[in-house]
């Protein structure tokens, strides 16, 4: 005896429309996606208030296309894993999990000043903190946690290691480098580069140069 799989589609629309009002909110959006018969039969809209987005985002992070992505509550995209902190990507605000719907990523954090600067966070398993002044998130180079500010990169030797602002030493932390990125060597090699450069012509017209900083690309 062979067996006989009926699916949605083989159903009479009766039937159909029966059991498609049993599905959620964004199981009915997914299945409108999937078939242009069912768009015309099923009675919903695409999702529109901020609650209805991100019920559908919910859902759709748990699928297996989307493993790779998040929700955030705030900004109601899914996104990439580094777009959030560590900390809201587990336990309680993890996938499926009760306080997921509140999760929120980096951007959206510094946006609405959950993350201040001076607050040190765990991103892709390395730390990072906002600056204050420039608002940056410093994930390398030195950071004073006193100004709650990066530093420049090279700040003068007789400061010895102290904020160049506060002057204070041991509230400096030291991010570390950038991994394979940048190096002392290499910038002395670029500037005695641009030395040569300059001695046999190598460098733009001063038109060329005017022009560019003109339009403050200097
Ligand atoms: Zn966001
Ligand atoms: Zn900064
Ligand atoms: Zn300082």
Redesign the pocket.
């Known amino acids: 005896m062979g067996s006989i799989t009926t699916t949605l589609l083989d159903l009479p629309t009766e039937l159909q429309l029966y059991i498609i009002q049993f599905l959620d909110y964004p199981s009915s959006v997914a299945l409108l996606q999937t078939n242009r018969r069912f768009r015309t039969i099923v009675p919903i809209e695409p999702p529109t208030t901020g609650e209805q987005k991100l019920s559908y985002l919910l859902a759709m992070e748990l699928w297996p296309k989307y493993t790779h992505l998040f929700s955030?509550n705030?900004?109601l995209?899914l996104?990439a894993r580094n777009a959030f902190a560590d900390k809201q990507l587990r336990a309680r605000r993890g996938k499926g999990h009760i306080e997921s719907g509140r999760r929120?990523?980096l951007?959206?954090g510094c946006c609405h000043r959950m993350y201040q600067p001076g607050h040190f966070l765990m991103v892709g398993g390395q730390e990072e903190v906002l600056c204050a002044i420039c608002r940056e998130r410093c994930r390398y180079g030195r950071y004073c946690t006193y100004c709650r500010m990066c530093e420049p990169l090279f700040s003068p030797d007789e400061l010895e290691g102290r904020c160049a602002r506060c002057r204070h030493k041991d509230l400096v932390k030291d991010l570390g480098k950038p991994p394979g990125e940048f190096q002392i060597e290499d910038m002395l090699m670029a500037m005695k580069m641009s030395e040569f450069e300059d001695i046999n012509g190598f460098i733009g017209s001063p038109e060329w140069f005017e022009e560019d900083i003109a339009h403050g690309n200097f």
Do not use: H
Request: hydrophobic share 20%.
């Open positions: 955030c705030i900004c995209k996104r929120f990523c951007d959206c």
